[in-house]
Each structure stands twice: as C-alpha cells, then as structure tokens.
C-alpha cells in the first residue's frame, strides 16, 4: 500500500460527458503528480500540484484541468470526453526529494 | 528534452534465473535521478530500485541490482533468483534533479514473464 488513495477504481461514461478523478496524497506529502497510461502514448506526465500551486505542465489538454484543495487532496478534471481519452490515470505523491509513490490509479472507460 | 528507451518490449525468464532489462537515456543534464518500476496486472506501479546520477556505486535491493553507466546514459535492471512474482512489466523512468517539477519520464515499458 502506497498510501496514496485513488477514487473511483473504475469510471464508464460517454462521449461528450465530464467527469472527476479524486487523488488524496500520502499523509505529509504536499506534491501529487497526474499521469495517463494508454496503450498508445504510454505513460505520460499531465500535471504537478505543490501545496496548492500548478508547478509543472506535461501534454494536458486543454478540455483537463486539475486542482489542489487546501487539504491537499487533487481532483482531475476531464471534459467533453473523447473516445481516446480512454486510459488508466494515476496520481502519485512524494515528499521532496526523489521517487514517486503511485496510486492504485482510476481506469476511465469511454463509451 | 529527456528521452528513455526501452528496446525490448518482451523478455521471458526462466524461474530462479537471471534476466537483464535494458534502458537508455537521453540528457544534456548532469543530475538527475533514474528509477525502475514495476507495473503487476494489478496496475500498480510500485517502485522497485533508484539511482543518483552522482552516485558512481550500482543501487542494489536484494535481487534486484542496477548497471549505471552514465556516459553510455545507460540504465540496466538486473533481476536474479527470478521468481514467478517478478512477472510483470517494467518501466524505466528519469527525473531531473533541477527542472520540470519533477516529473517522470518513461520509457514504453519491458513485459517479462516467469516461467516455470
């Protein structure tokens, strides 16, 4: 257990359909990283929170967009969904300093 | 920008056996930091070894060891006694130690399977 928590486990919407990813760090950690994993593109970086603040910027489109609440938890925001936009998205905390503790990660399902 | 890559897509080992997966990397930085992960069917990505770039001596946990060659921007997972366990995919990634947040960079991933 990473001790990064991930919900729901699984999501299955429709094209054109808007929905959220919620992401609670481990206890203390004040970063959360979003990545997508699709068979296509990979595992890729979408977007860094530190206390807060967007710090980083990855290939995130524009119809995502993210944010960190003063507890720290993060919610991925994902809009007039695609098709393609079918994928595993993880969140992952870490404290400063190297190494990454992933989430169990949300399989998003577009139908 | 940073670049890795994983040139074997597939690997397969027999159990109790040595496999060696490869990574290289592409960096015009000097330090950075370089990690193996290990995705199960489960999908989660647990972190199996680090390395420093400053660090000239190989990470080692148990098993599993690495082969850091810096100026070859080389980063090779060695996993002994292999275990039916092991079976998994494996994800090289790199960190910068100054830029970009500290973001991940992956490479496309090795899937190694365990035979008995």
């Known amino acids: 257990d990473s001790g990064v928590t991930q919900t729901p486990k699984h999501l299955i919407t429709a094209t054109g359909q808007r929905v959220t990813l919620r992401c609670s760090p481990r206890?203390?950690?004040?970063?959360v990283y979003w990545y997508q994993q699709s068979l296509d593109q990979g595992l890729q970086f979408l977007i860094q929170?530190?206390?807060?603040?967007?710090?980083a910027k990855g290939n995130i489109l524009e119809r995502f967009s993210a944010q960190q609440f003063p507890d720290l938890h993060s919610e991925l925001n994902l809009s007039s969904l695609e098709l393609g936009d079918s994928a595993l998205y993880f969140c992952?905390?870490?404290?400063?300093?190297?190494?990454?503790?992933f989430g169990p990660g949300t399989r998003l399902t577009v139908l | 920008a940073q670049t890795v890559t994983q040139s074997q897509p597939e690997m397969s080992v027999q159990e109790a056996e040595t496999v060696t997966l490869s990574c290289t990397y592409d960096t015009s930085e000097s330090d950075y930091y370089l990690f193996w992960y290990k995705q199960p069917p489960s999908r989660q990505m647990i972190l199996v070894i680090r390395q420093e770039a400053y660090k000239q001596q190989n990470a080692t946990e148990n098993r599993f060891s690495v082969n850091f060659q810096k100026a070859a921007k080389s980063f090779s997972l060695k996993i002994s006694d292999s275990q039916l366990g092991d079976a998994a995919m494996y994800f090289c990634a790199y960190r910068s130690e100054y830029n970009q947040g500290g973001k991940l960079i992956f490479g496309q991933g090795t899937e190694l399977s365990v035979k008995p």
């Open positions: 992952a905390s870490s404290l400063p300093g190297p190494g990454k503790f």
């Open positions: 929170y530190y206390n807060g603040e967007e710090r």
């Open positions: 206890s203390g950690d004040l970063s």
